[in-house]
């Protein structure tokens, strides 16, 4: 690990106007991305920014019904609390996929939605990888690429976004609350929190190098049967191969959002007045670019898709 400086932020524009002063600085929390990137020396910062102490960690109710979520509040906590599990339950259902207890307890909301891909090209250092060396090429293209992206690619990257609990807030229509050094403050909606890669892999959010995310707000509950299915490879705790956040109504119209598909939560709106899983996939992976090593994803989708609308039924 390279050596760094730190310093403990008094309010969140310090620690945003802290972001400007060093451009080569970082935001720590929980650390359960960072610490491990350092250790790799993927992530080199120069400087280390504490967030702990700015009091971000409360979840209240906020206006027209909806939810307000602290940057720092940490995954267990959240997916605990008694709003979340009745009226936001996809969420918590996503959390308690997301992890293990122990890693739970340090994640907060905001790092969540920060983390960076588990691309397993992104972690070897000896390999070409346009998200850690822009221009280098990207390692994946071409290679194992089993847990990799299938729509929302370039010739930049496959990676994939790792987050649960981002699938669930994307089926959530959440938006992203930020502060920026001049203490200014913006919304940004969840849809267009995460970018694609395009030409600019390395470049995978909305946020500007001087701001930071102080809160997430939930609009008003949508009700319906809220489920969250991950498939992945192993039971314990592995990343998802995909995953489906859903939230259906009686009637049998359903929101979704899908991970393991794209380089963020994969939803195409279009798609969901559709009344069988299979043309409501064949929209929304519509242009998908797969491989020998991938080619199972779409009918993965599907056929997981059709459990989560069974069991929705079963149950209304």
């Known amino acids: 690990m390279k050596a760094f400086t730190y310093e403990r932020a ?37 400087h280390v920014i504490d967030i702990n102490r700015l009091g971000l960690d409360q979840i209240e109710d906020a206006g027209g019904g909806g939810l307000r979520i602290g940057a720092l509040v940490r995954n267990t906590d959240l997916a605990a609390h008694p709003r979340v599990r009745k009226d936001y339950a ?10 293990s207890g122990q890693l739970r307890n340090k994640a907060t909301t905001a ?19 346009n998200k850690r060396l822009p221009g280098s090429g990207c390692s994946a293209i071409g290679g194992f690429d089993r847990n990799l992206a299938i729509v929302g690619t370039s010739d930049q990257c ?18 992203v609350e930020t502060v920026r050094a001049d203490g ?22 909305a946020l500007a190098r001087d701001e930071m995310i102080t809160s ?65 996939v064949q929209s929304t992976l519509n242009g998908a670019r ?13 056929r997981t898709l059709a459990s989560v609308m069974a069991e929705a039924r079963s149950q209304a």
């Open 90 to 99: 996809v969420l918590s259902r996503a959390l308690l996929a997301g992890a």
């Open 184 to 205: 200014s403050k913006r919304t940004i909606a969840i849809a267009d929190f995460h970018r694609l890669p395009g030409t600019t892999p390395q470049v995978e959010t």
């Open 290 to 302: 797969t491989s020998a090593h991938n080619a199972f994803k779409p009918m993965l989708v599907e």
């Open 111 to 129: 790092g969540n939605l920060l983390q960076r891909t588990r691309c397993p090209y992104f972690y070897d250092t000896t390999k070409p990888c």
């Open 216 to 280: 997430v707000l939930l609009p008003a509950p949508l009700g319906g049967k809220h489920l969250y299915r991950k498939v992945r490879d192993r039971a314990s705790y592995a990343f998802a191969l995909i995953s489906v956040a859903a939230v259906i109504q009686p009637d049998g119209r359903g929101r979704y959002a899908y991970g393991g598909l794209a380089h963020k939560p994969w939803r195409v709106e279009a798609a969901e007045g559709q009344a069988d899983a299979k043309s409501i």
């Open 158 to 175: 496959i990676a994939t976004h790792p987050s649960d609990m981002a699938v669930a807030m994307r089926v959530l229509d959440a938006t």
């Open 10 to 46: 008094a309010t969140p524009a310090a620690a945003a106007a802290a972001l400007a002063a060093n451009p080569g600085a970082k935001l720590i929390a929980g650390g359960t991305n960072l610490l491990d990137l350092m250790k790799l020396q993927i992530e080199a910062p120069s």
